[in-house]
């Protein structure tokens, strides 16, 4: 294990279909998220493409992670079970599409251990696309980083969710970067899953809703970012 372990701090992440992705794919999330935190939790909400089983195994090698299955229920019911098997004091949330650059988990620390004890820290979103290069966003979802006690996620069934915490407090000179398709296959995906995922949903419910491999453009949207090329090279 590295020096820079978060202090009391879990990764929460809801994971399906996860092999491939614009970051990296599931291996890569786990190896560059569960060495720098106190216990990996990764809740997978329906996969079939090998994402569980690929999880299963690499508990092998790092034995602080904690892995669990539930069916897909929306995303914010989803945060929610996966924050029941969180024992820190912290959670810190992160979708597998998204990287923490391992320098940037020592800021992390460091801030912590400043005596700075708040609910919620903010992290900067630089989300990277296939074409476009960079965009940094503040409202992704954040805060990103808090702590557990009476914390639940809100707001969709199916689309959208925030933590129920107001007050936070960004973490200067830190990024979550968030890797994109390009802007077309973005639209299609739009499309193709998640309006279509809509008409499902309203019409029979989230349990209706196909695997996303299931979903034709899946290949597409899943596909490398060719601007991933190691997160400490991103910049």
Partial sequence: MPSIVLPDTSLCAIVRDEMMNPAGGIVDFVESTAPFVKEAVILDTGSVDGTYKTLMDLRRRFPNLKVFQHPFE????SRNRSLTHVRTKRALVLDADERIKARDFGKIKDFLEQKRDIDGYGIMVTSI????????????????????????????????????????????DVSIYHF??????????????????????????????????????????????PHRGGIDNVL
């Fill in 74 to 77: 929306g995303y914010a019911q």
């Fill in 129 to 172: 696309s296939y074409l476009s290069g960079l965009e940094d966003h503040l409202d992704t979802h954040n805060p990103r980083l808090f702590t557990t006690k009476d914390t639940n996620f809100s707001n969709s069934l199916w689309r959208g969710e925030q933590p129920n915490i107001l007050a936070q407090e960004f973490i200067p």
């Fill in 180 to 225: 994109l398709p390009s802007i077309d296959i973005k639209e299609l995906k739009e499309a193709e899953w998640y309006k279509e995922g809509d008409k499902i949903v309203a019409k029979r419910g989230i349990a209706a809703l196909p695997s996303p491999s299931e979903c034709p453009s899946f290949a597409k949207w899943k596909t490398l970012n």
